[in-house]
């Protein structure tokens, strides 16, 4: 899911339409996103994947 400090951010490229719907949908609800979307995602916001995500075991 988004870390706080991003999700202003976030609303923003949904708003601007820079990333799809679907991909909103699985930040929002903790799916799983390409390398490619993370890369493109922190290139654009300015950030680190550690920023936006983390790992937490499946149990």
Sequence with gaps: MIGS?????FA?????????ESTM?????GGALST???DTLCRIIGCQPGDIMEYIPDN
């Design 5 to 9: 400090d991003h999700r202003p951010k």
């Design 25 to 29: 949908q699985k930040l929002r609800t």
């Design 36 to 38: 490619d979307t993370i």
């Design 12 to 20: 923003a490229l949904a708003k601007e339409k820079v990333v799809s």
